[in-house]
T-cell receptor, first 114, second 118 residues
């Protein structure tokens, strides 16, 4: 079975600074997808960024970028120029190549200090 | 576009009763919908995969007879918690994968349903 590990229960960063959230995963599949989701207090899951395993180039979405190290099975999220609205729970998630659901990590609570 | 709704958003029921939660894709069709459970301050756990017109596939450890899933149409899946007990109190979230879609990774989440069993 696939597992997703987020080793940072909580992270704190000053507004406008850069923060990196870590995620590692374990799988024997060659075709899979990795995601970072944001869950604010409303609890609505919001997709932050997605990475296809077959793509070598790291995904980027505005201030959000990932460092995807396939051999190391590592998938970290970098948030640049942190904003107060970035404060939330962040979940790393894995999806196999078929019609599978998502396997989530335990999450990282991100605090933005003004 | 790509909106998923859940109804109700919050429900309180008495122990021993059953409660039904609806998950609808409002502007797209979905062959596959997923149901997750989230305990307070914890992560989401996949409960089951719901496929239109066929039986749901449950994850290991999820009681099929307690959590009945019906995917009667391409826009509606329901989760019925039967004979609910206080330990079933949780936040239930559904997601849906659209057809045609961008790929197997595309899915959209509903806003969740908070179930409290007294």
């Amino acid at each position: 079975a696939q597992t997703v590990t987020q080793s940072q229960p909580e992270m704190s960063v000053q507004e406008a600074e850069t923060v990196t959230l870590s995620c590692t995963y374990d799988t024997s599949e060659s075709d899979y997808y990795l995601f970072w989701y944001k869950q604010p207090p409303s609890r609505q899951m919001i997709l932050v960024i997605r990475q296809e395993a077959y793509k070598q180039q790291n995904a980027t979405e505005n201030r959000f970028s990932v460092n995807f190290q396939k051999a190391a099975k590592s998938f970290s999220l970098k948030i640049s120029d942190s904003q107060l609205g970035d404060a939330a729970m962040y979940f790393c998630a894995y999806k196999g190549g078929g019609a599978d659901g998502l396997t989530f990590g335990k999450g990282t609570h991100l605090i933005i200090q003004p | 576009g790509a909106v998923v709704s859940q109804h109700p958003s919050w429900v309180i029921c008495k122990s021993g009763t059953s409660v039904k939660i609806e998950c609808r894709s409002l502007d797209f069709q979905a062959t596959t919908m997923f149901w997750y459970r989230q305990f307070p301050k914890q992560s989401l756990m996949l409960m089951a995969t719901s496929n239109e017109g066929s039986k749901a596939t449950y994850e290991q450890g999820v009681e099929k007879d307690k959590f009945l899933i019906n995917h009667a149409s391409l826009t509606l899946s329901t989760l019925t918690v039967t004979s609910a007990h206080p330990e079933d109190s949780s936040f239930y979230i559904c997601s849906a994968s659209p057809i045609p879609g961008l790929g197997p990774y595309e899915q959209y989440f509903g806003p969740g349903t908070r179930l409290t069993v007294t």
